[in-house]
T-cell receptor, first 114, second 114 residues
Framework: DAGVIQSPRHEVTEMGQEVTLRCKPI?????LFWYRQTMMRGLELLIY????????DSGMPEDRFSAKMPNASFSTLKIQPSEPRDSAVYFC????????????FGSGTRLTVV | DQQVKQNSPSLSVQEGRISILNCDYT??????FLWYKKYPAEGPTFLIS?????DKNEDGRFTVFLNKSAKHLSLHIVPSQPGDSAVYFC?????????????FGKGTLLTVNP
């Protein structure tokens, strides 16, 4: 298995632009998580899905952030409009319910908003 | 409100010696604890975990200890190797059969000197 795949690896965009981050979870995993990592706040959970359904989006910072999971193999995190304070590394992770060994993370997308 | 705290941002040890990384938590409902290791430009990878019904779990050079009364856990690495140099995150999962949400600490950067 190729693991959790995120794209792009790096994104530099201008303030006010729309940004879309993509994630392909491990096949068969039924949970998908979006995290953001910053120096100040560490790893924060933004939203997670179970069987493609959003379960908890309480970590989404503002209405500018939205996430979708149209099918079991794809999820997007969109920021519109982007702001410099959104600059961070965004991680996607997936896991399997039961027999729990934690999440498998992707390599992350480093977002820079200038 | 940080529910999982890693109070040491960094730790430096000599190769062959023991590394001890500490983590404190405030939520008594957490029932499962994990440690993740993160290299630069990669996502965190699962290292070791412990259930709240245990006080110790060992996997090779890595041992996690849990003190529930003190709401404290620690990761021991013996002997430490230069390849162990990474950021280590402590994480905790809330109670409940369907709760797979992890709360992370901010991480501790471990440097193992040859």
């Amino acid at each position: 298995d190729a693991g959790v795949i995120q794209s792009p690896r790096h994104e530099v965009t201008e303030m006010g632009q729309e940004v879309t981050l993509r994630c392909k979870p491990i096949s068969g995993h039924d949970y998908l998580f979006w995290y953001r990592q910053t120096m100040m706040r560490g790893l924060e959970l933004l939203i997670y899905f179970n069987n493609n359904v959003p379960i908890d989006d309480s970590g989404m910072p503002e209405d500018r952030f939205s996430a979708k999971m149209p099918n079991a193999s794809f999820s997007t995190l969109k920021i519109q409009p982007s702001e410099p304070r959104d600059s961070a590394v965004y991680f996607c992770a997936s896991s399997l319910a039961g027999g729990w060994g934690g999440y498998t993370f992707g390599s992350g997308t480093r977002l820079t908003v200038v | 409100d940080q529910q999982v705290k890693q109070n040491s941002p960094s730790l430096s040890v000599q190769e062959g010696r023991i590394s001890i990384l500490n983590c404190d938590y405030t939520n008594s409902m957490f029932d499962y604890f994990l440690w993740y290791k993160k290299y630069p430009a990669e996502g965190p990878t699962f290292l070791i975990s412990i259930s709240s019904i245990k006080d110790k779990n060992e996997d090779g050079r890595f041992t996690v200890f849990l003190n529930k009364s003190a709401k404290h856990l620690s990761l021991h690495i013996v002997p430490s190797q230069p390849g162990d140099s990474a950021v280590y995150f402590c994480a905790a999962r809330g109670a409940g059969g369907s709760n797979y949400k992890l709360t992370f600490g901010k991480g501790t950067l471990l440097t193992v000197n040859p």
